[in-house]
């Protein structure tokens, strides 16, 4: 594969989470009974005209902000001609030549550990345009059934250059754009649903050549999916090559069942879309205003966060990717550090990212069902910082949290005594009381048996019941044995 | 600029209307008609006119974003020629 350099540009359909249509008033509800969400524009019937959905409008603004791209003060609707049963109008109406969003950039982590680095990748626009409806191809009697229930859905069209390498980069650029349009709002991410749809043109060249021929493989709805079609698409291309044959440019399926890309339409009979201005639509104005107004909205950004994050709270640059996952992640973790004190930031990041994380994820839960409160963990976390209790009493406290048996770790320590012992007069008793009943372990490590240590620790602990202080049992147990 | 014969098929082909090589000849001829005025209006001096997407100056008003319209389905669909289960039915599209 060294000798190859794979070329990915993506181009992804977020459905704006809008109530109603782009272009009509009927409402974008998913999973209506057919065609019951489809109105006279959505048909096409004769005499109607389109009206822009403001909302729409706002969506695409909010993201031409959080990408840093140009939000053009004045855009244009197209007509992008072809005929397909679930398309009434015989033309979808999208932007072309002057679209709202245009350039803009979003940077990525790819990879974890030492191995990972990052990554920007460059938009060259994104657009607005309408979903057409769906084809049914089950056999109604030798014919297609049309659903136009998702005809005028608004879509938001985002396109980035074809700066992609690998496919775990067009995996890290797909998760992150994903992150980002339910980050701020625009868009509810359901992939099942078909709201956020991934089409990858991919080529391969060897290094410092002209872009090869590219393929489209189109629609592609899952991270997983991405993946596999790329990489399988990838090693089609370079055996074509090496076995002498040309790249023809081409559209294409990935079956998932299978595993493999196969030829949709080549280039010959590619759509030839004749774009025009849509003369039922006047050009799209956004004021200076309503750009100012919408970037005052606009909630701090996944990016700005990371690094507040790594900055104000030194956490590692993966801790701050983690956390900002998700709107939920980041404010139940800001929360948490609200209650434990920004000293204990780490901690906190720990407590949210495994032990908190792997109980949601055992019960299958969002961290917004999460048992424990934001409030109840920042608790947790600052009696382990103030040594009332240690990490191992600390999970016991947690799990009782999760299990309700107390409104906070306080209660919880108080009720179950499970305070720390620190009094170094308890513990050196206890020390004493195990070192004169496990003669045998105390001899072992004197003769040099590091292993011994540990075990007359563990005495020592089960002795307290868990509570004693393991610094102090450490110390005073080594310095008990050297005398 | 003028359209060959071929390209006239093409774009009636596109559009997905049938034509005779006659009307192909005929519509040739009104196209490249149409054509000639077009070469009329490029040889204005344009340079520095703002290219208009419309025939009026004006923007585009927005409505909110607001569900206004009901299930009509039943009024629709007793118009098209075939329906079943919601569905229009129409021929198959894919073999």
């Not at chain 1, 000798?3 to 974008?28: M, R």
């Not at chain 1, 090559?241 to 080549?266: C, H, N, W, Y």
């Not at chain 1, 590692?316 to 980041?330: K, P, R």
């Amino acid at each position: 594969m060294n000798q190859w350099e794979v070329v990915i540009g993506i181009e992804t359909h977020a459905q704006l989470s809008t109530v109603s249509k782009i272009f009509s008033g009927a409402p974008t509800a998913f999973g209506a009974e057919p065609n019951t969400q489809a109105c006279a524009v959505d048909l096409a019937l004769p005499g109607v005209l389109p009206v822009l959905n403001k909302k729409a409008v706002e969506c695409a603004i909010r993201f031409g902000l959080a990408i840093g791209a140009h939000v053009a003060p004045k855009s244009v609707f197209a007509r992008k001609n072809y005929f397909y049963p679930d398309l009434p109008k015989g033309y979808q109406i999208s932007q072309f030549e002057l679209p709202v969003v245009q350039g803009g950039a979003i940077t990525v982590q790819v990879g974890s550990g030492d191995k990972a680095y990052e990554k920007t990748v460059n938009l060259t626009r994104a657009h607005l345009e309408e979903d057409a409806g769906k084809s049914l191809h089950e056999d109604f009697h030798g014919k297609s059934g049309i659903d136009l229930n998702r005809a005028g859905t608004p879509l938001l069209e985002i396109v980035t250059e074809p700066d992609m390498r690998s496919s775990d980069e067009a995996v890290a650029y797909a998760k992150a754009l994903h992150a980002l349009v339910q980050w701020i709002g625009i868009c509810d991410g359901n992939m099942q649903e078909g709201s956020f749809r991934c089409d990858a043109n991919v080529s391969v060249r060897r290094p410092g050549a002209p872009f090869g021929t590219r393929r489209e493989i189109k629609n592609l709805n899952s991270f997983r999916f991405l993946k596999e079609a790329i990489d399988f698409e990838v090693q089609w291309q370079i055996n074509e090559i090496e076995e002498g044959r040309k790249i023809q440019q081409a559209t294409v399926l990935f079956d998932p069942d299978s595993g493999e890309t196969r030829t949709m339409r080549t280039k010959e009979d590619a759509h030839d879309y004749r774009y025009f201005p849509d003369p039922d639509l006047l050009p799209l104005v956004i004021a200076d205003d309503w750009i100012a107004r919408v970037r005052g909205e606009l909630p701090e950004l996944p990016a700005q966060k990371r690094e507040r994050f790594a900055g104000e709270l030194g956490l590692s640059a993966y801790d701050a990717a983690t956390l900002t996952a998700s709107q939920e992640i980041a404010g139940f973790f800001e929360s948490t550090v609200e209650v434990a004190g920004t000293a204990n930031a780490k901690p906190c990041a720990n407590w949210v990212m495994v032990d908190l994380a792997a109980r949601l994820n055992k019960e299958g839960r969002d961290i917004g069902q999460s048992p424990v409160s934001p409030a109840q963990l920042g608790g947790l976390v600052r009696r382990i910082a103030d040594n009332t209790i240690s990490n191992n009493i600390a999970k016991k406290v947690f799990e009782a949290l999760w299990n309700g048996e107390g409104a906070s770790a306080d209660e919880i320590i108080d009720k179950q005594g499970l305070k720390q012992i620190t009094d170094s007069g308890a513990i050196e008793a206890l020390v004493d009381e195990v070192i004169a009943a496990n003669a045998a372990n105390v001899a072992e490590y004197r003769a040099g048996k590091e292993k011994a240590f540990n075990a007359l620790v563990g005495q020592v602990m089960k002795a307290a019941k868990g509570k004693a202080n393991p610094q102090q049992v450490n110390e005073l147990l080594k310095k008990k044995l050297a005398g | 600029m003028s359209l060959t014969l071929e390209q006239v098929q093409r774009i009636a082909h596109l559009a997905r209307i049938e034509t005779s090589e006659s009307e192909a000849l005929t519509t040739q001829g009104h196209l490249n008609g149409i054509f000639q005025l077009i070469e009329q209006m490029q040889a204005v001096d344009t340079a520095g006119v703002e290219p208009m997407a419309h025939a009026q100056d004006l923007s585009q008003r927005l409505r909110d974003d607001a569900v206004t319209e009901t299930d009509r389905r039943a009024a629709y669909q007793a118009v098209a020629p075939e329906t079943e289960a919601g569905l229009y039915l129409v021929p198959k599209v894919i073999e």
